[in-house]
């Protein structure tokens, strides 16, 4: 049974998420599992200022409210998200400045490697959802899909979404990618990336992913 301490601990996530710009007003939303339920920012809610009355319990199988709140209308790729992925526990959408510009740019950079954080903490390849309504199965679908082998997607016109074993870990990989997205789009698309040589060379040396 989720305790009041556990809904505070989320709410104190969320305003954290709040306070370093990456949600402003009603923009984005944010979930955690606890064993068999989530907790799930509501319907039309602030981020920054999330309020006890406005935090969704859900049933993650079967994706009933258990409280009465209903859910942010993006529950369907939280809820798809923690299904397909038993090791994460927190999901976050957001639409941080840098990042936005960027899912919204004509042309969109073909590779986001600009710092070594971004193959380390959020992936050396960055998905991409083509723009669907907000809300819509479409775009929960792609949201699902393209977080099944990797934990940052971009959405098309729209904003990214990132997961993480914890709050900690979710919230790294959002603020590296808005980070990266404020250099591509300062430096006016002239920035360089680490090639694969590079990143391979992470992988073995502070991943420990590969062996020398």
Known sequence: M??????EKFISE???????????????????RLGDEILLSGTGSWVPSLPKEKVSICNLET??????VKPSMENGFHLGVLRERPEIDV?????????????????????????AEIPCHCGSE??????????SKELADGVVEALKNHDTVLLRKH???????DFDEAFE??????MACRIIVLTGGKYLTLDQENIDDLETYVLGKKTK
């Open 14 to 32: 969320a305003h954290r998420v709040g306070d370093a710009g990456l949600t402003i007003c009603s923009s984005g939303n944010i979930s955690w």
């Open 63 to 68: 994706g009933e409210v258990l409280n009465g």
């Open 2 to 7: 989720i305790t009041n301490e556990q809904i």
């Open 126 to 135: 960055i998905p991409v959802v083509p723009y669907y309504r907000p809300g």
């Open 159 to 165: 904003g990214v979404v990132v997961c993480g074993k």
């Open 173 to 178: 990989k959002a603020m590296f990618f808005e």
């Open 91 to 115: 999901v976050l959408h957001f639409q941080s400045p840098y990042a936005t510009i960027v899912a919204c740019m004509e042309k969109l950079p073909e590779d986001f490697n600009v710092t």
